[in-house]
């Protein structure tokens, strides 16, 4: 019986390649394969048309601040508030935070901005941000020398009378910070208004009130 004569060893590493890539095509036709295929090509597309609408996002973001930033120049103190709280909203950041601060102290809110120049502050802390850490520092400094008080005294019949400030609250003979402005202060005996005091506070300024409580007849005298 005649044998068949040996292949080329050329031709017969041909041969198995090409079995061998028969395989792998027929791996990567595989359902299982396909759908890996797909879910991976899905992601790619997912992940660039996510990078797109952040760019889109951050963008729109950057064009809000520069319009906040032209408004504050310009004096306009509430309608550049009302743009950095819409992008405070979305990314807050120290930056973003220190000028809703500065838009609320230019408006009178000192109370207010000083809680938020604080809450920039911590952001900034931990962001490693030294240059918007010297700008809230000179604001905190700037607010705290500002900032009026009012000191709350009492006169006559104190006896069970407590006092209240803008409906807060407050203790006689002490300091009180406050907002510049108008206030109302009410001595209460009882929970019953029995004097009040409306008045104004202005910044740098220490604004003391006396209430004078008049006795109760005796027959409205309580148990």
């Avoid at 041969?15 to 797909?38: F, H, K």
């Avoid at 120049?73 to 000028?99: C, K, M, Q, S, Y």
């Avoid at 918007?132 to 006896?159: C, F, H, K, S, Y």
Wanted: charged share 25%; glycine share 6%; proline share 7%.
């Amino acid at each position: 019986m005649a044998r068949a004569a040996p292949l080329p060893p050329s031709r017969g590493r041909s041969c198995r390649g090409a079995a061998a890539l028969g395989l792998l095509g027929c791996a990567l036709l595989s359902p299982a394969s396909l759908r890996a295929q797909d879910a991976v090509a899905t992601r790619a597309r997912d992940d660039v048309a996510t990078r797109a609408q952040d760019d889109v996002a951050t963008r729109a973001l950057r064009l809000k601040f520069a319009q906040g930033l032209t408004l504050e120049n310009a004096g306009r103190w509430a309608d550049a508030l009302e743009r950095f709280e819409a992008i405070a909203r979305l990314r807050p950041t120290a930056n973003v935070t220190f000028h809703i601060g500065l838009c609320n102290d230019r408006l009178g809110r000192l109370l207010r901005a000083e809680r938020l120049y604080r809450g920039a502050r911590e952001v900034a802390l931990h962001a490693a941000a030294p240059a918007v850490l010297a700008e809230i520092d000179a604001r905190l400094q700037d607010i705290e020398a500002r900032m009026p008080r009012i000191v709350l005294n009492l006169a006559g019949a104190t006896e069970g009378v407590t006092l209240r400030l803008d409906g807060v609250p407050a203790e006689p003979s002490k300091a009180i910070r406050v907002d510049p402005g108008p206030h109302v202060a009410v001595a209460l005996r009882h929970g019953v208004p029995v004097a009040a005091s409306a008045f104004s506070s202005h910044e740098r300024r220490t604004r003391f009130v006396t209430l004078t409580v008049h006795p109760l007849p005796t027959s409205a005298a309580p148990p």
